[in-house]
Structure formats: structure tokens, C-alpha cells
């Protein structure tokens, strides 16, 4: 590795560790300024026992104490304190519980997605305006323009209470087929379009025309020079998608009933759950973000003439 590209990659790191911590300065001040607070909702407690609990959470402190503390136990300790809705249980375990079942969900719906789009866009844009290039664009564009709750509705519709192929509940390792689905059906049709679109340009190429007139073969054309240099749209659109994925689609974990990070975040917004709140926000934050400078960095595995600056 040479110096400019470590140099790219440490500020790149840099960036990121700034960008993650605006997005815990803005969302723990604008949580906080919402009206209300995480007790109202209990059921008749009174001034005594509601100051009682915001002294035992720390929250009857002056809020820039509060945030200061935050920060100070993210970065030393890793911990982002304990959820005032779910008692007894810290925010990390809660995160890291749904986790498990959102990145197994979520890591088979973008790879699934990834290899399908990828090999239906290489086939739309070698077959450009034949009947299974018209018959591909069509359908992703449906794909497209589903939103995901009208999909995984009409999936556990048709699957799960017409049929009875698949259950309707997520907590299964056959129960996450649907949310698997659903989950890939738009990135996939995505990538579909952008992998045709990119390939197309590429094709179109000085350099691809050279080949063929070197005689190079149609298959070493295709795999070693058109594919691989149309990927990079592909990648700069995978990482962040990959990121949102992982987290958990908050809408389809629920349609679902799957026991991830979605579900958590939902109840802990509706529940006013700050720690929770701060805690799922940071994690998604923080994987956007890695996964954009792994994107950035896999550029130039795949054109090494791209060059980071």
C-alpha cells in the first residue's frame, strides 16, 4: 500500500469518526428537546416517583452533564447505559440480541440481491432490446416501485395465509424466507437496472472495441474487462445498502414479527427509550459509514487506476 492511500484511508477514518459523532450530538439534543419525556407513559406515577426514576437514569442532570457523561462512557467503556423501558437490561445486550437475527436476515438479502441483480443486468445489457432484456426491465421496475410493506404484504398474503408454503412468523429459520424476499426484491431490481446501465456504457467503449479487434474472446471481453470495470457503480451503491439492511428493515421486521434491531428501534421511539434510541442510531450511523470507506477502498481493487485523493 503506498503512502497517498494510506494517507486517503486514515483521513477517510478520520471523516468517519467526526461523522459518527455529529450524529450522536444532534440526535441526543434533538431527543431531548422533543416534549415529554420517557415517564409519561407510566401509568399514574406520581411527581415523587418520576423524579425518583430520572435521578436513578441520571436524566434530572443539566443536559450538556448528561451528554458529556454519554460520550465519555461510549468512547471508554463502549456502553451506552440502560434502557428505561426494557429494565434489568443493558442497551448494548439489547442491540447485540437483535443483531444476531438482523445481520443473518440482512447479510442473505444483500448478497442474494447482489448475485441476482448482477447477473440479470449482465444479461439485460448483452441482450439489449431483445425480448428477455424487455421482459427483465419490466419487472424490476416493479420491483422498484413497490414500496417494501406492499411486497411483504402481498408475499405473507400468497405464502403464508393462501397457501401455507411458508410461516408468517420471522422467528424461524424458514420463517425468514419472506422477510428475506422482501428485503431483496428492491436493491436487487436496483442493481439489476445499474449493473445494465453501467455495462452498456462500458461496451461502448474505445478499449472494449480494441479487444475485439485483437480478437480477444467474447467471454474474456465480457467477464475480464466489460463486467469487472461496470461493477464500480454496483459497489458504490452496495456498501451503504448493505449497512441499512444489516440493521434491519424497521417495516419488515414488523410485517414479520422477526425479533431484530428493527423491532427495538420501533419500540424504543414509540416508548421514548432514549439510551435505545441513541444506541440503534449510533450502530446504524456507524455502518453506514464503514461500509462507504469499504466501498471507497474496494474501488481500487477493482480499477487500480481509480485514484483516492
Known sequence: ????????????IALAVLTVWVVITITFFVMHAVPGGPFMSEKAISGAAKAALEAKYGLDKPL???????LKDIVTKFDFGPSLKQRGRQVTTIILDGLKVSVKLGLIAAFTALITGVVLGAVAALRRNKIIDRVIMVITTAFVSMPSFIMGSLLLIIFAIKFHILP?????????????????????????????????????Q????????????????????????????????????????????????????????????????????????????????????????????????????????
Open 1 to 12: 500500500m503506498d503512502s497517498k492511500t494510506l494517507g486517503y484511508i486514515l483521513k477517510r
Open 64 to 70: 450538556f452533564q448528561q451528554y458529556l457523561t454519554y
Open 168 to 204: 408468517a412468523n420471522g422467528s424461524t429459520t424458514k420463517g425468514l424466507i419472506l422477510p428475506v424476499i422482501t428485503l431483496a426484491l428492491y436493491p436487487m431490481a436496483y442493481i439489476t437496472r445499474l449493473t445494465r446501465s453501467s455495462m452498456l456504457d462500458v461496451l461502448g
Open 206 to 309: 474505445d478499449y472494449i472495441r480494441t479487444a475485439k479487434a485483437k480478437g480477444v474472446s467474447g467471454k474474456n471481453i465480457i467477464f475480464r474487462h466489460a463486467l469487472k470495470n461496470s461493477l464500480i457503480p454496483v459497489i458504490t451503491y452496495f456498501g451503504p445498502m448493505l449497512a441499512y439492511i444489516v440493521t434491519g428493515s424497521l417495516v419488515v421486521e414488523q410485517i414479520f414479527a422477526v425479533p431484530g434491531i428493527g423491532r427495538d428501534f420501533v419500540t424504543s421511539i414509540t416508548g421514548r427509550d432514549y439510551p435505545l434510541i441513541m444506541g440503534t442510531t449510533i450502530v446504524l450511523a456507524t455502518l453506514i459509514v464503514v461500509m462507504n470507506l469499504v466501498g471507497d477502498i474496494l474501488y481500487k481493487v477493482i480499477d487500480p487506476r481509480i485514484n483516492l485523493e
